[in-house]
């Protein structure tokens, strides 16, 4: 075969490769909405005890601290996230001077883009609204922890031999026994309430219609990023508690769209291969051509020098 008929097969490969309208307008594969169980952070209640901090490191066997270390108020001279050791953190805020207090752990999300990111099916979204993780699946990326919009997950660097990605479980063990999870348990003013997700939507409405000056008119977590399993009341924007100020379409919806145009039944990688394989090709030609040139001008140059003539 010579170049010209290697460009042409190439050339008719690539065209072949490129997808039509219809792989560019794949719908997005699992987006869904799953009304299982949730709960409910009425932030108004809070008193900023940690209690339930206290309780998530007891019920997930997290470092133990005594609950009377809880009391200091030293936590909050800066926001937390949480990490590897503790599964969720109380922050406060005082976005009008007086204290708000706000607990900060994995949303759970409706449609998670930890879930969609894992290419090993490590996270998982339950019919029961928790977004579950394997550990035994695991092989380390960390696209999870880049994709969390609400960057939850969170690394065990310090574990050089079976590190794992931690994040608020939602107590698994006491749901399935049926039990809520052991910071809804503890709260002493129960201003965090467990139920099912779309009755806890109604309550916080009705708390709103209720109490308007109160509440602002929001329930943060019922549209967010297509919804998540914790929801949030305030009276003041969440965002002034540093919760992300998120849109309603679902990360994974973005993500996978593109990824699904780009890379849909790896069409267009292939047609690229073959074009930069046709690239390769006449780069290598040219290169042996240059060579050759440069072979017959020595030659030349070497029988002119013994005084000899050339062809």
């Known amino acids: 075969m010579d170049r010209r008929e290697f460009t042409k097969l190439l050339g008719a490969t690539g065209l072949a490769l490129v997808p039509g309208k219809a792989a560019a307008s794949d719908p997005h594969p699992h ?140 107590c698994l063990e006491r749901l399935d026994e049926g039990r809520a999870p052991a910071c809804v348990s503890i709260c002493p003013v129960e201003c965090l309430t467990y139920g099912r997700r779309d009755e806890l939507i109604a309550l916080a409405h009705r708390k709103i219609a209720r109490n308007p000056d109160r509440y602002i008119d929001h329930v943060y977590g019922e549209h967010e990023v297509g919804g998540t399993s914790w929801l949030y009341l305030s009276s003041v924007p969440m965002t002034e508690l540093d919760f992300p100020e998120l849109g309603d379409a679902p990360v994974p919806c973005v993500t996978e769209t593109i990824q699904h145009s780009i890379f849909k039944n790896f069409v267009p990688p292939l047609a690229l291969y073959a074009f930069l394989g046709q690239i390769m090709w006449l780069t290598r030609d040219r290169e042996q051509d240059a060579e050759a040139e440069g072979s017959d001008a020595v030659a030349t140059q070497a029988v002119r020098d013994q005084g000899g003539t050339t062809l």
């Not at 209690?51 to 601290?65: D, G, V």
């Not at 029961?128 to 690394?155: E, L, T």
Request: glycine letters at 4%; proline letters at 6%; charged letters at 20%.
């Open 31 to 170: 987006a869904r909405k799953v009304d299982g169980i949730g709960v409910l952070v009425d932030t108004t209640l809070c008193i900023g005890c940690r209690k339930c901090e206290w309780a998530c490191n007891q019920s997930n066997n997290l470092p133990e601290q005594p609950l009377s270390s809880f009391e200091n108020k030293s936590a909050f001279t800066s926001n937390r996230r949480p990490d590897a050791a503790h599964y969720t953190v109380v922050n406060e805020s005082r976005p009008d001077g007086e204290p708000i207090w706000a607990k900060v752990q994995c949303m759970h999300c409706q449609d998670p883009a930890c879930a969609s990111a894992c290419i090993v099916t490590a996270f998982d979204k339950r019919d029961d609204g928790v977004v579950a993780y394997d550990a035994s699946r695991c092989m380390g990326c960390r696209y999870c922890i880049v994709s969390c919009p609400f960057q939850i997950p969170a690394y065990e660097y310090d574990n050089a031999l079976t590190p794992q990605v931690r994040k608020c479980t939602f």
